[in-house]
T-cell receptor
Framework: AQTVTQSQPEMSVQEAETVTLSCTYDTSENNYYLFWYKQPPSRQMILVIRQEAYKQQNATENRFSVNFQKAAKSFSLKISDSQLGDTAMYFC??????????FGAGTQVVVTP | DGGITQSPKYLFRKEGQNVTLSCEQN?????MYWYRQDPGQGLRLIYY???????QKGDIAEGYSVSREKKESFPLTVTSAQKNPTAFYLCASRFSGSTYEQYFGPGTRLTVT
């Protein structure tokens, strides 16, 4: 069974600043994948970034990067140079080898001018 | 344009009635998923299907039913046995294989009174 925990219900950040969202997970799988999804007010789920567990190198996508600590089962997301359009709910997720996804409860990010 | 469609966007039903939510994809994805999202909460898995004519229960399958007669379609029926059906429902699909992320539809907001 998989569990994903996001302990920060809401984070506020000013434009151009950096914010880091935390995520911890637990899984019995040896091969698994981790994802961050964004859900803006439109409620459309959008993939932000993904990480293969067997890769030590942290994934990056433009202003978004992760800090993947496999031993600690931690998968945090850093948003650099925050923009107003980054305001959204952010979900951490894991998937097992059967294709079953587990999502965290989400962190609401509010970017202020 | 390739994508996932869910219809309708808003759906209203009287208590005691069954209702079917539509989900269609033209991405040639093998796997399809249904999630429920309640206010301030993450996504909870209702059912998923890896191939045609086969599907598995997720974490909250009680009161729901699905079918997968075609690769492109994965309708969800919310039955009268579901005690709290009012929620936002998201459909997703992906290629089989654990490396692949899910793509999401725009969602259906179901209100039962």
């Amino acid at each position: 069974a998989q569990t994903v925990t996001q302990s920060q219900p809401e984070m506020s950040v000013q434009e151009a600043e950096t914010v880091t969202l935390s995520c911890t997970y637990d899984t019995s799988e040896n091969n698994y994948y981790l994802f961050w999804y964004k859900q803006p007010p439109s409620r459309q789920m959008i993939l932000v970034i993904r990480q293969e567990a067997y890769k030590q190198q942290n994934a990056t996508e433009n202003r978004f990067s992760v800090n993947f600590q496999k031993a600690a089962k931690s998968f945090s997301l850093k948003i650099s140079d925050s923009q107003l359009g980054d305001t959204a709910m952010y979900f951490c997720a894991s998937t097992d080898s059967w294709g079953k996804f587990q999502f965290g409860a989400g962190t609401q990010v509010v970017v202020t001018p | 344009d390739g994508g996932i469609t869910q219809s309708p966007k808003y759906l209203f039903r009287k208590e005691g009635q069954n209702v079917t939510l539509s989900c269609e994809q033209n991405l040639n994805h093998d796997a399809m998923y249904w999630y429920r999202q309640d206010p301030g909460q993450g996504l909870r898995l209702i059912y998923y299907s890896q191939i045609v004519n086969d599907f598995q229960k997720g974490d909250i399958a009680e009161g729901y039913s699905v079918s997968r007669e075609k690769k492109e379609s994965f309708p969800l029926t919310v039955t009268s046995a579901q005690k709290n059906p009012t929620a936002f429902y998201l459909c997703a699909s992906r290629f089989s294989g654990s490396t692949y992320e899910q793509y999401f539809g725009p969602g259906t907001r179901l209100t039962v009174t």
